[in-house]
Every structure is written in C-alpha cells, then in structure tokens.
C-alpha cells in the first residue's frame, strides 16, 4: 500500500531565526500499514535534491524484497521545507503577494525542516518511530530530530553526515551559490531563472560527492590521442543539465544554506552535550573515502552519542556510497537492528 499526499499546516509557522510563514505545506510518502502497536514506523530524511519517493532513490535498502519493506514497515519521507517536490518553497505563492517568492523566501534552517517533520508526524498520530535514517543533509535532520524527540526516537541510524557542517563543506556550498548568482536570470524572476549557473554548482557538487577513483574507472579514455571531448567533460555537463530538468535553482540555493546553519551544538552549550542528549539506539556509519563527509566526523558521532555503534564502508564512489553500497548497508543495518531488538527483549525480562 502506497499513498502519496500533502500535509497543511494553516497557522503560522516561526522559523528558527524568528520570521514567519503564514502556513506550509509538506509533501510525503507512505507505503505500508502503521501496525496495531503503532510500533513499526520507519522514517526517512532525505539529502539534498532527493525527494520522498524513497523506494525510487533508494533501491536495495528500501523496497518488497529488501530490509525495509513495506510488508513490514510504515515507511514514511517527507518532502523537506524549501525543497522542489511540493513542500513549500522559494516558487510557491506568498499570498500577502500573490507571486512566488524566488529570492524574498525567507532562509530556514536544518531545525526549521525538522520541525516541519514533527508537526507531520503528529498529524500521522505516529507517537514513536522505531526507526529514524538520513544521510548526509538527511543525517543532519535525524540528528536534529533525535535531540529535540530524545524519548520518540528508538532506533537512530546516521550515514555519512556530521554533528556541525565543516568548513570544507560551506566552502564547496558557497562556491556552487557563487555559481548561481553568477547568472543574471536568477534575479529574472523567473521559475527557470538561475538554471545555467545550477549547472556549474551541480558539476562542482559533483567534485565532492565522487572521488579520484571514481572517476578514473568510469570517465578514463579508451584511446590515447583525444584532446578534447573528453568524457569527464560529457560527464560533468551531462550530470548538471540533469539536476537542471527535475530541480530549480532557488531551491537549491537555499538549501545549501540550511546546510551549513547545521550546527547541533547552537543554544545547548556545546556540540558534545548535544549529541549526549540522544537516547536513541544509534549506528553511525562512514564512508572511508568520503571527500565531503570525512570518516572522522562520523568517527565523531560514534564516540559522542551514548552507546552508538560506529562501523565504515568501502566504497568506490565515495560520499555518494551512502546511496549504492546497499548490501553493505543491509549487512550492517540488519544485524543492528537484531541487536537492538535482543537487547530490547533482555530489558524488558530484566523488569518483568
């Protein structure tokens, strides 16, 4: 059973930095039945331009034969505040206006989308989840969402993704906003404005979501006298006019930013007492070779969260690993969450 719907929320909703919408709308995905128990939620945030069909984009891991299957589970993603797929964003209408709002949208950050998410699940009467899954951006949600719902959270799996965006990360973001303000149509007001520099910042993205290897096994010439039209030029073009045909740049704009406000640490003294408020049972897992996400964050995590359990991949292609190496993460997924139901079991024996 599968049931694609939008959720609105008609009162204001306060962003973190104290602006208002006067209403949004989430758009979200179900497939399978939420159980008698109410006890067989399975919850995904999704990463930057993914959207909530999450057994489109995250084949191997989510499907009928797969760990989480909709036989079993009430798998539930949401559309993220700002993004394209019919959440409210920079193209939707501001009524006091009448017009989108392209660049007039007010920024929100990663609490602010996360929030969007609770008010969701209420209207859903999901009381628990039993399992809270994000990568990178997505990581960024969950984390948030296990420290502000430390009791609603029993399981919390956290895949290439950090507790405060680094440095490195907002400088590969800035230089892709550079991009698209570079092209005068952004400003054009104009739903495809900003498309030409969404290009160039989704070919530099491109740069931090692969690795040397990567590309050297699938962009490598076959003939040794080319000297131009190479393939990894095909590539980067071909990549960037793709994100340009499902996505806009205002959205992606803004994103970025709700990215780098990523910081669990804001307001709760530090990062380090933040991440000791999560209750969740946890598993951290990092991608040996991620560029954009290095291991030693998720490293971080791991020795930070109460009780988590830390685990790294191999994978060719780097950051984007989170996405493809689907046995691996079953693997090391399955035998968690078997983990985490035997302890369960020896707890409530315990207090029987």
């Known amino acids: 059973m599968s049931t694609k719907a939008t959720y609105n929320y008609d009162n204001p909703f306060r962003l973190e930095s104290g602006n208002e919408l006067a209403n949004i709308q989430i758009a979200y995905q179900t497939y399978g039945k939420l159980n008698s128990n109410k006890d067989n939620v399975?919850?995904?945030?999704?990463?930057?331009?993914?959207?909530?069909?999450?057994?489109?984009?995250?084949?191997?891991?989510?499907?009928?034969?797969?760990?989480?299957?909709?036989?079993?589970?009430?798998?539930?993603?949401?559309?993220?505040?700002?993004?394209?797929?019919?959440?409210?964003?920079?193209?939707s209408v501001n009524e006091a206006t009448g017009q989108p709002y392209y660049l007039s949208f007010p920024e929100f950050t990663i609490r602010d989308i996360v929030n969007g998410h609770r008010l969701l699940a209420d209207h859903l009467n999901i009381g628990k989840i039993k399992v809270l899954i994000g990568g990178s951006l997505g990581g960024h949600q969950a984390m948030e969402w296990a420290i502000a719902d430390n009791n609603k959270i029993e399981n919390l799996i956290l895949m290439a993704t950090n507790a405060s965006h680094s440095p490195w990360g907002i400088a590969f973001n800035e230089s892709q906003r550079l991009a698209i303000s570079t092209d005068r149509s952004f400003y054009a007001q104009n739903p495809k404005g900003g498309l030409k520099g969404l290009k160039t910042a989704r070919s530099i993205a491109l740069l931090s979501y692969r690795t040397y290897e990567a590309y050297s096994a699938t962009q490598l010439e076959s003939v040794n006298d080319k000297t131009t039209n190479f393939r990894a030029s095909s590539y980067q073009c071909y990549q960037g006019e793709k994100l340009c045909n499902r996505f806009n740049a205002f959205s992606y704009y803004y994103l970025t930013k709700a990215m780098d406000s990523h910081n669990v640490g804001r307001g709760r003294k530090s990062v380090a007492n933040a991440l000791r408020q999560i209750k969740a049972n946890t598993l951290v897992i990092g991608i040996d070779n991620d560029v954009l996400f290095p291991v030693s964050e998720q490293a971080y995590l791991g020795e930070n969260i109460q009780n988590a359990t830390f685990k790294s991949i191999n994978s060719a292609y780097g950051h984007d690993g989170f996405l493809i190496e689907t046995d691996s993460l079953t693997r090391i997924i399955g035998n968690f969450l078997k983990d985490s139901a035997n302890k369960k079991i020896v707890k409530l024996n315990r207090t029987a």
Do not use: Q
Not at 42 to 60: P, Q, R
């Open 42 to 91: 399975i919850w995904v945030c999704h990463a930057l331009t993914a959207n909530s069909d999450v057994l489109e984009w995250w084949k191997g891991l989510f499907g009928n034969n797969d760990l989480f299957n909709p036989e079993e589970h009430f798998i539930v993603c949401a559309n993220i505040l700002g993004s394209h797929y019919g959440s409210t964003n920079p193209l």
